[in-house]
């Protein structure tokens, strides 16, 4: 009899491997791609933000990354982008907690409201440059 359950433990052990695999052989995670460019408010490098590209059909994920020194690089998934960026800076006032007050200072139709758009490709460079101004 006890050759018995090791054999069977031994089928279920194999069993259970097998299925392991399988799983993990193949993937239904949309492909993604590498996006990059420059992002400049007033002329200059944005010092510091961040950088979502939304599906501009609602379908799908969202991807997104940091600016820094005008630039920024990450991996987003193909098609049509909504581009939101924001930006925030000190005020130069404490809170009750004696924390820095910050703002954000990007308008809101670069953000909220945003008029940005990007469209990902497979094939090619996935460069854009996003100039945006306070007025």
Not at 11 to 32: E, I, K, R, Y
Not at 109 to 119: C, E, I, K, V
């Amino acid at each position: 009899m006890r050759g018995y359950s090791v054999r069977l433990q031994l089928a279920c052990l194999a069993a259970c491997l097998l299925f392991v695999t399988g799983c993990g052989g193949s993937s239904d995670a949309p492909t993604t791609v590498k996006v990059e460019g420059t992002v400049t408010f007033d002329g200059e490098p944005l010092s510091e933000g961040s950088i979502v590209f939304d599906p501009a059909d609602g379908k799908g994920g969202s991807s997104a990354g940091g600016i820094e020194n005008g630039k920024f690089m990450f991996d987003s998934q193909l098609g049509q982008k909504k581009v939101l960026i924001s930006a925030s800076r000190d005020t130069g006032k404490k809170d009750q907690y004696d924390e820095p007050i910050t703002e954000s200072y990007i308008p809101a139709q670069y953000n909220s409201q945003t008029t940005l758009t990007a469209d990902v490709k497979a094939d090619g460079e996935n460069k854009y440059t996003f100039e945006l101004k306070s007025k």
